[in-house]
């Protein structure tokens, strides 16, 4: 049973326009949750995370977004760019027992900027 | 910037051969892990480490192995390869939660 769930396999956008990647998670134990850029054939790499204490973290053009009652977060990448095409994936982890620091990823989305 | 490397980056190899994929960082990390990625799926843990002579399996269950001998290297082995184990092997590293990736192995079992 998938824990953490990213329902949209694909996604474009128009290259200045915002750009919103959701997730979804299950399992109410996780406390820190994280998201990442794959570019094909390359490793994944750490964009931005957020910490359960809070609901919204930025940098730059990313902001994450933490709605914790409905066990759902957000990407915001604003403006987008043709370099932003990747797919994206959410990650989540919990603080506390033998499975801390793992982290436990989704299927993620293919965002496509349109120049 | 992260450093964290793994080679072969691209290995093709028959069935029935011992392989093995290697991973080093630089970052004096103490935790260690390996990933496998199939196009379209989520990465699955296969191995961690969370320091020297401390390894554990993961989620997904795996033939391989590995072992920590030194802090900033982490091998997998297969010790017979078969057609099942193909797929994209992800190595990283980490303080805490944020994870750092190397650039994969793409091995494929012919």
Redesign the interface.
């Known amino acids: 049973d998938?824990q953490?769930k990213q329902n949209s396999?694909s996604l474009s956008v128009q290259e200045g326009r915002i750009s919103i990647l959701n997730c979804d998670y299950t399992n109410s134990m996780f406390d820190?949750f994280?998201w990442?850029k794959k570019y094909p054939?390359?490793?994944?790499?750490?964009l931005i995370?957020i910490s359960s204490i809070k609901d919204k973290n930025e940098d730059g053009r990313f902001t994450v977004f933490l709605n914790k009652s409905a066990k759902h977060l957000s990407l915001h990448i604003v403006p987008s760019q043709p370099g932003d095409s990747a797919v994206y994936?959410c990650a989540a982890?919990s603080s506390g027992g033998a499975g801390s620091?793992?982290?436990t990823?989704?299927?993620?989305t293919k965002l496509s900027v349109i120049p | 910037e992260a450093d964290i490397y793994q080679t072969p980056r691209y290995l093709v190899i028959g069935t029935g051969k011992k392989i093995t994929l290697e991973c080093s960082q630089t970052m004096g990390h103490d935790k260690m892990y390996w990933y496998q990625q199939d196009p379209g799926m989520e990465l699955h843990l296969i191995h961690y480490s969370y320091g020297v002579n401390s390894t554990e399996k993961g989620d997904l269950s795996s033939e391989s192995t590995v072992s920590r001998i030194r802090t900033e290297h982490f091998p997998l082995t297969l010790e017979s390869a078969r057609p099942s184990h193909t797929s994209q092997y992800l190595c990283a590293s980490s303080a805490l939660y944020e994870q750092y990736f190397g650039p994969g192995t793409r091995l494929t079992v012919t």
């Open positions: 998938q953490v396999p820190y994280l990442y054939a390359e490793g994944p790499t750490f995370s994936f982890s620091y793992q982290l990823f989704g299927k993620g």
